[in-house]
């Protein structure tokens, strides 16, 4: 069984300012993906960022960034330069390599993120 | 431009009546997934199909029926069978095999029961 865990119902920033979005997983996997998603109030899930249990580089998207430590089996997500429209739900998923080829993402239960002018 | 569409946007539901919830993707993708989101909470996954005419039960999918005829359209109905339906409905799309598979969703459908 696979779990997400993130322990910040809600976190604040200042516009401009850098944060971090905490994320912690638990999984027998040992090949498998991380996702982060934002999801504003308009309730659609943005796909931001993946990092494979394999890749040895922590992904970057643009300001987007996963600091993944495989040992603590963390991959928290790093927003730099904050901006008001960052301001939204975000959520942690996993996706294991067990079963069939396509399956189910296992999802965190948010984050709120509020940026502050 | 290629996505993923849902409709309607709002649904209202009596008691005791079946609904259906459409989703339609022009992106090629194999795989299709249905999820629910109740509020302030993460998504658990009701359905999802790999191949046409094909599709497995997720960890939620007791009062819930799909069917997957064409490549592009994965519906899925509500049906009386679902005591508690209110809640927020997310279609998803995916590309990649394995732990590489990247899920796309769509705007999403607020189901609720009169």
């Known amino acids: 069984a696979q779990k997400i865990t993130q322990t910040q119902p809600g976190m604040f920033v200042q516009e401009k300012e850098a944060v971090t979005l905490d994320c912690t997983y638990d999984t027998s996997d040992q090949s498998y993906g991380l996702f982060w998603y934002k999801q504003p109030s308009s309730g659609e899930m943005i796909f931001l960022i993946y990092q494979g249990s394999y890749d040895e580089q922590n992904a970057t998207e643009g300001r987007y960034s996963l600091n993944f430590q495989k040992a603590r089996k963390s991959a928290n997500l790093v927003i730099s330069a904050s901006q008001l429209g960052d301001s939204a739900m975000y959520f942690c998923a996993m996706r294991g390599a067990g079963g069939t080829s396509y399956g189910k993402l296992t999802f965190g239960q948010g984050t709120i993120l509020t940026v502050h002018p | ?114």
Request: glycine share 10%.
């Open chain 2, 1 to 114: 431009d290629g996505g993923i569409t849902q409709s309607p946007k709002y649904l209202f539901r009596k008691e005791g009546q079946n609904v259906t919830l459409s989703c339609e993707q022009n992106l090629n993708h194999d795989a299709m997934y249905w999820y629910r989101q109740d509020p302030g909470q993460g998504l658990r996954l009701i359905y999802y199909s790999q191949i046409v005419n094909d599709f497995q039960k997720g960890d939620i999918a007791e009062g819930y029926s799909v069917s997957r005829e064409k490549k592009e359209s994965f519906p899925l109905t509500v049906t009386s069978a679902q005591k508690n339906p209110t809640a927020f409905y997310l279609c998803a799309s995916s590309i990649g095999k394995g732990f590489t598979e990247t899920q796309y969703f769509g705007p999403g459908t607020r189901l609720l029961v009169l």
